[in-house]
């Protein structure tokens, strides 16, 4: 069965192949705020079963760095959101959520390489700590199991992560299953859900503790900020903000501004919404916690930007970076989504 998201990807080559997109790019001079998450081989992040949403491969994102520049300008996200700054081409801003290891290692070079500016927004417990997020622990530990040919022992387990009885399909693709109950743990209680993970690692029979080596060291953060990479916070524990109290959200952007600033010795304005998840009444505190800047994730352009504390970016990630058509009309606000 071809997909949707085939067709679209089809109509998107044929559009591209009627039409100069760069060109109508070019004339629009509209301004994008890009986010991305990690930069890591394909290979790796199929056999890690990696969110398709959540990676690109080093070459498509130094592709896309050229071509950015090709037809347009990169910048410090200060400066495509000052309206004082007139441009005549588009301009685009790199940021890059969580501050995954990879970032280091396959994104710093090719931003020193292009002289790209860029802000990393981190999760400072992750970063303290070393240890993976909950969600992609969960997932990477289910199919490293299903890579070990424990797939039996997977499906064993499943079903203490499963929220609703009948959720579960012993026939369905186990790695899948893992996400879609992983989706559901983030609107639970946090002690709802470490006490279904913990039962679910019991039963997988493995380490309880998140999995090391995913995330930036401080030491690595402190090289890329001596580098020119800025740095942001996404909160102390990436806690989604929806469904968090006025205090702990509060907590959560203060306790992070304060370990960046003391690790880096500067002011920490920058914040972006974990899950790009928000109420819309963040304002105010984030105001009151030093913020200047807060950014979700919209796939909008700068068309769309009325509030400092909500601005919109585009997700970019391999595939739909790897059709360029797809990846342009989207930047255009084609409906094709
Ligand atoms: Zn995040």
């Known amino acids: 069965m071809i997909s949707a998201f085939a067709i679209k990807q089809f109509v998107a080559r044929a559009i591209g192949f009627c039409t100069n997109l760069d060109k109508c790019l070019i004339r629009a001079r509209q301004c994008y705020v890009l986010c991305y998450h990690r930069v890591i081989p394909a290979n790796v992040a199929r056999t890690e079963h990696v969110h398709d949403a959540m990676w690109i491969?080093?070459?498509?994102?130094?592709?896309?760095?050229?071509?950015?520049?090709?037809?347009?300008?990169?910048?410090?996200?200060?400066?495509?959101?000052?309206?004082?700054?007139?441009?005549?081409?588009?301009?685009?801003?790199?940021?890059?959520?969580?501050?995954?290891?990879?970032?280091?290692?396959?994104?710093?070079?090719?931003?020193?390489?292009?002289?790209?500016?860029?802000?990393?927004?981190?999760?400072?417990s992750a970063i303290d700590t070393g240890e993976l997020f909950w969600p992609e622990d969960v997932v990477t530990k289910t199919q490293r199991e299903i890579n070990a040919g424990n797939r039996p022992k997977v499906l064993a387990a499943l079903p203490a992560l499963c929220l609703k009885e009948g959720n579960f399909n012993a026939e369905q693709q186990p790695a899948h299953?893992?996400?879609?109950?992983?989706?559901?743990?983030?609107?639970?209680?946090?002690?709802?859900?470490?006490?279904?993970?913990?039962?679910?690692?019991?039963?997988?029979?493995?380490?309880?503790?998140?999995?090391?080596?995913?995330?930036?060291?401080?030491d690595e953060v402190c090289q890329m900020h001596a580098a020119g990479i800025a740095f942001g916070s996404h909160t102390h524990t990436h806690r989604i903000l929806k469904y968090s109290s006025p205090v702990e959200i509060e907590e959560e952007l203060k306790r992070s501004r304060d370990i960046i600033a003391a690790r880096l010795h500067v002011p920490v304005q920058a914040f972006a919404y974990p899950n790009a998840s928000y109420k819309g009444n963040e304002r105010e505190i984030l105001a009151r916690c030093g913020y200047r800047y807060g950014f979700r994730i919209d796939n909008l352009s700068l068309r769309h930007y009325t509030d400092p504390y909500y601005i919109p970016r585009i997700i970019s990630y391999e595939s739909i970076v790897q059709n360029p058509d797809y990846f342009k009309l989207r930047l255009l606000e084609v409906p094709l989504y």
């Open 57 to 124: 491969a080093p070459e498509t994102f130094e592709a896309q760095v050229c071509w950015m520049q090709q037809i347009g300008e990169i910048v410090p996200y200060e400066r495509i959101l000052d309206p004082r700054f007139k441009n005549d081409w588009p301009l685009f801003a790199v940021t890059f959520d969580d501050g995954w290891k990879d970032n280091y290692r396959y994104a710093l070079p090719i931003l020193q390489k292009y002289k790209v500016p860029a802000i990393i927004f981190l999760v400072t």
């Open 177 to 218: 299953q893992a996400e879609a109950f992983v989706e559901a743990l983030k609107w639970v209680s946090d002690g709802e859900r470490k006490r279904r993970i913990a039962a679910y690692y019991d039963r997988l029979g493995v380490e309880q503790k998140p999995l090391p080596g995913y995330v930036l060291s401080w």
